[in-house]
Structure formats: C-alpha cells, structure tokens
C-alpha cells in the first residue's frame, strides 16, 4: 500500500485529488496537511494535521514532517495549492521520501508571470504581448504599445488574482492603487492584450521527458464568476473536453520551453485572440487543477496515473493525447454537482 503526505489538503483541488485516488483499485494511504483548521475537516484523507503558514515554517517544521514520514512509513510527499508547490518543491531534498515534480527552476518560471512570457517568447511560443509594470507612470506606455481593452493581473499568485479588464490609463491606475492597500506593490502587477476568445485549460502528466496522458477542457463558465471583477475565479463551474491538435502542440511547446526534461504535472492555460489564434497565459506546475475528478470519474484517473509514475511503474492503455473522449461535460457549483453530461445526453428537454 502506498502511504503519501498532501499539502494542502483542504481545498477543492486537494479534496478531488484524494477523492480521484479514492477511485484507485489500489489503497492509498493519504496523510493531509492544511494550514485552515476548518477546510481541513472537509478533505477526505485518513489523517489531518494542522501545519503552520508558510512564512512561520522553519527547519523544525521539516523534522516534524520526516518525524512523521518515519514513524507512519511515508513515502511520497505530494502539494496542491501553488504556494505549497512553491515550498515542497523548494525543499524536496530535505523531506526522507519522494517527490515527483518539474525541476525547480521550471517551478519558479511558471509561478512568475513574467518570467513565464519572457521564456515563452524567447523560444516562439504564441504568447500574449505583456508588458512589466514599474510604477504609475509607465501606465501611459502600457496602452501606447498594447492598445485597447487591457488585462490586468498579478504576476504571481492563482485563481484570477488582481485581475482586470481595462479601458483606460484611470481604471488601470485606480484598480492597482486599490490593491496597494492590500500588500501588492505597483511591480508586482504585469499587462497583456486582451484575448477574448474561447479559454482552454490543457492537464497533462510526464515522466522523465515523456507524455504519458493529456486532456483539453474549453472553460464555459467559472464558479461563481459574478463576484469578480474580471468575471474569473480561477474555478471553473462549466467545462467540455475538446480535441484540438493546435492546442496540444502549443501546450507541449510551452512546458518543454521550461523544462528540458518534463516530470510530474504540468496545467496549461491557453486562450484565443480575436482571430480564433490560441496563446499560452500561464502554466501551474506541479499540481492538478480544482477539477481533477472530472477525469477520474470518466475512467482516466490522471492522479492514479501520476502517481504511479512517480513510483517508477509502467502506464498502459492511455493515450497520451486526447486521453478522454471529445465533448464531454463537467458541470459543478458549490453544494451542486458534479455532473456529467456525454454529447446531447441531457435531461432537460423544452417546455
């Protein structure tokens, strides 16, 4: 029996990925870790520990963790939430079991923004034109150069954070000064041209450089979108798979360009310009996306696979593109669903 430690246990993606190896023929022993005392109740693990915030961990939290490791027999040690990604990868040599994740130097990339543009470029991958915010006055040549409907974000951190369309020098400069006022400083927020086309979030699993699985999903609608301004909430409500050689080529070009030799899990996010022409945005390395169920449940269990590969063992019957059947939907909100829909398969009818 596999027995595992997960960061980051108790929100939608660590809760799914415990239920999707909850659907393994093999038993998983899964240890949860979370730094919310009350999300933790929610994760389906046999264990839960309460682990301190990241910036009050120290080296002693590490010999707790191994203290842990050798007393229950762990053997792999797994995160969710990009921050954790962003700390057990940092010190995966000292945690005494496996780790199965991109290289650091591909974390890093992928959790900076701009970092992740600049390499993407330099290598031809189609990405949006981005430009680095310094200060308040480089606003004006942000709309010089990008013209139009300008997209605002963060450069680091998930779920849409800081993000907004902008029509105008003002609202960019009146939506960061807000920001301000919660610990985000002026170089911190990134511009790109507005993509208005269809958003498509491609999951994959690799294995010393190989692809061993991979699946498309066009994002029809997010959870919860009216409660942000950018309508984005980084959880997707409303998905269908899609089957589309254009977008596993750019997403394959994308990892490969920041990392040489592909490990573990790595999440693109991809969206069209106005000519339907599809360009990378950003990647989340290391972990699953809050809906990795939805393939699971179909029959092709990415964190199984995932898993498996991290503990050496061989893949079979998964293609690795287009792993899951085209047109399939998941359709989920909270305390509603999921649901899934194959086709035209739905029950509603007209009245």
């Known amino acids: 029996m596999k027995k595992m430690i997960l960061f980051g246990c108790g929100g939608s993606a660590g809760i799914n990925f ?23 109740e929610l994760s389906p693990v046999d264990q839960r520990y309460l682990i301190p915030a990241i910036k009050q961990r120290s080296s002693e939290t590490i010999d707790k963790v191994n203290e842990l490791i050798k007393k229950g027999g762990i053997d792999f040690v797994h995160a ?77 951190g998930a ?20 920001w301000t006022k919660y610990g985000l400083m002026w170089n911190d927020f990134i511009a790109s041209e507005f993509l208005p086309g269809e958003e498509i979030a491609w999951n994959s699993v690799w294995a010393d450089g190989k692809l ?19 309508g984005v909430t980084g959880t997707t409500a409303i998905q269908k798979t899609v089957h589309d050689d254009s977008i596993n080529e750019i997403a394959t070009k994308a990892i490969e360009a920041v990392d040489k030799k592909p490990n573990g899990i790595f999440s693109v996010d991809i969206k069209q310009d106005p000519e339907g022409n599809p360009k990378v945005t ?7 996306s809050t809906t990795s169920l939805f393939f699971s449940t179909y029959g092709v269990n990415m964190p199984e696979i995932y898993l498996k590969a991290a503990y050496g063992e061989k893949i079979k019957g998964v293609s690795p593109y287009n792993s899951v059947e085209k047109d399939v939907y998941w359709i989920r909100i909270p305390d509603g669903g999921p649901v899934m829909v194959k086709g035209d398969d739905w029950k509603s009818k007209p009245l």
């Open 18 to 40: 415990v239920k999707s190896l909850r659907l393994c023929r093999e038993k998983v022993k899964i240890i949860g870790f979370d730094i919310n005392r009350y999300y933790i």
């Open 80 to 156: 969710q939430p990009d921050p954790e990604v962003g700390y057990v990868s940092e010190h995966r040599e000292k945690f005494n079991a496996k780790t199965f994740f991109p290289s650091k130097e591909a974390v890093k990339i992928c959790h900076d923004k701009m970092e992740s543009y600049k390499t993407w470029k330099s290598k031809g991958v189609p990405v949006a034109k981005t430009i680095q915010i310094q200060n308040e006055g480089s606003l004006e040549k942000v709309f010089n150069e990008l013209k139009g409907t300008v997209w605002i974000r963060a450069s680091k």
């Open 159 to 178: 779920g849409g954070k800081a993000s907004l369309p902008v029509d105008s020098v003002d609202e960019a400069r009146m939506w960061i000064r807000f």
């Open 212 to 230: 061993l699985c991979s699946q498309g999903r066009i994002r029809i609608e997010w959870v919860q979108a009216g409660l942000s301004p950018s």
């Open 282 to 288: 950003e990647i989340n390395p290391g972990r699953f």
